[in-house]
């Protein structure tokens, strides 16, 4: 599973947002290549703009999907921003959530941000740019 498009402008609270993603996410693998964007310290807001998968990574319509999250990088793992509670089970809703990224260095830095999706059965497909 994954948004369709992901994009990024800079300018559902859950306990795992501000930690890094657990070390089974696809996060890991895909962040790297991820949408990037520059951010000032200490920190910046940034709002991400994508519309929810349809289909999962078998290519069969969804019917349970759960959540989207979003996750930046910062260069030392992926970061929970925010998870996402999805618009309804088949997914494609529209999705614009603002997030604070927190750096650790006192200059600009570009940031990596990417988007999964996760179904009923805590199953979280690919990472998306």
């Not at 559902?12 to 947002?17: D, N, Q, V, Y």
């Not at 994508?50 to 979003?70: F, M, Q, R, S, V």
């Not at 910062?74 to 603002?98: E, F, L, M, R, Y």
């Not at 200059?107 to 996760?118: I, R, W």
Request: charged residues 15%; hydrophobic residues 30%.
């Amino acid at each position: 599973m994954f948004p369709a498009f992901l994009t990024v402008a800079g300018c559902g609270a859950s306990f795992l947002e501000g930690t890094i993603a657990p070390p089974y996410s696809s996060a890991w693998t895909k962040c790297g290549t991820a949408t990037k964007v520059r951010v000032k310290p200490p920190h910046s807001t940034v709002t991400i703009s994508y519309t929810e998968p349809t289909t999962g990574t078998d290519g069969k319509p969804l019917t349970n999907l759960a959540h989207t999250t979003i996750y930046y990088n910062a260069g030392d793992g992926p970061v929970i921003a925010k998870v996402v509670p999805a618009s309804q089970k088949t997914g494609g809703g529209s999705v614009s959530q603002t997030i604070t990224i927190a750096l650790q260095n006192q200059s600009e830095q570009e940031v990596t941000v990417c988007v999964s999706a996760t179904d009923a059965d805590d199953r979280e497909g690919p990472a998306s740019p």
